[in-house]
């Protein structure tokens, strides 16, 4: 589903964010973990660079969500980085490390919803005032007996 503009290959994001692929940046690891003699040999796990901070596709609300959200993934240079190596080749891998960027832009580019504020009702403090009485209560008869209670 990529557009061309140009010669411009462009990743549509939501109906007003569209990355360059130019902005990305691949790279091929080798994969940790199962995978029998292929594992050593071949470079199938994809390391995804984007740059968030100097990115001019984000506008600059997505950008500071999307820094909020994805902290620990983002190095001191501001590039987010996504590894992937769940799957055995590297066009899967590409392809997962790609949904899963889009996928966390989309969610930044959500906006966040305000938090109404609200009160616990009358009855709904007199329950949990009857419960914390009741719990109380218990703990009580949990107590030990006196000598002449026996």
């Known amino acids: 589903m990529n557009l061309c503009y140009n010669d411009v290959v462009k990743i549509p994001i939501t109906s007003g964010i569209e990355l360059d692929e130019s ?29 968030v901070l100097h990115s001019p596709s984000l506008p600059e609300s997505v950008r500071t969500r999307l820094m909020q ?22 066009e899967q891998n590409r392809a997962d490390a790609r949904a899963r960027l889009i996928a966390l832009i989309q969610c930044a580019a959500q906006p966040i919803k305000p938090r109404r504020p609200t009160r616990p009702s009358r009855a709904a403090k007199e329950r949990r005032l009857a419960e914390k009485k009741q719990r109380g209560q218990i703990k009580v008869w949990r107590g030990s007996v006196a000598r002449d209670e026996w």
């Open 23 to 51: 902005e990305l940046h691949e790279t091929f690891i080798r994969a940790t973990g199962p995978g029998g003699q292929n594992v050593n040999k071949v470079a199938t796990a994809v390391q995804l660079r984007f740059d």
């Open 69 to 90: 959200l994805a902290r620990r993934r983002i190095n001191a240079r501001g590039e987010l980085v996504i590894t992937a190596q769940r799957f055995r080749t590297q």
